[in-house]
Each structure stands twice: as structure tokens, then as C-alpha cells.
């Protein structure tokens, strides 16, 4: 499967689940908990890559993001 980067960067919400993770004063360990609780199999290295915009991002799990963090899913999408 191809892979496209947006301006070198693998996805536009990294740094918005960085900052309502923060809010919510989550760790990423907490974080990638609670999306495994919620069938998304992550890890806190996988939430870090995210953040920092290296992993993509599928649609499946910005629902979750958005469910998990209790934030609309175009939120996370606004820059």
C-alpha cells in the first residue's frame, strides 16, 4: 500500500491529539490504553509517531481519537 505524505509529514492531527492529550493530562502510555480498550491495537511508541506527524493515521482510528480524547473529529482536524 502507498503512503502519501502531506508537506513530508505523515498525517494533519498529530499535534491536536498532542495538545487535547495534554489538556486531558493523559501520558501516551494512557493514551494508547485507552484505545486498546476501544479495539485499536497502539502502542506508546505508536502514539508518539503520530504526534510527531511520522505515522499515518487510518480512518477507523480518528474516530476513536476523537471518542477516547471526547473531542468532535473535525476538531482534530482543524490546523
Known sequence: MK???????ANIV???????RK???LSQEELAA???LN???ISQKGISRI???ERFVTD??????????DVNIYELLEP
Open 39 to 41: 479495539n485499536i491495537e
Open 34 to 36: 485507552k484505545m486498546q
Open 51 to 53: 504526534e510527531k506527524r
Open 14 to 20: 498529530g499535534e491536536k491529539i498532542y495538545e487535547f
Open 60 to 69: 477507523y482510528e480518528l474516530l476513536v481519537f476523537s471518542k477516547v480524547l
Open 23 to 25: 489538556q486531558q493530562k
Open 3 to 9: 503512503i502519501y505524505d502531506y508537506n513530508g509529514k
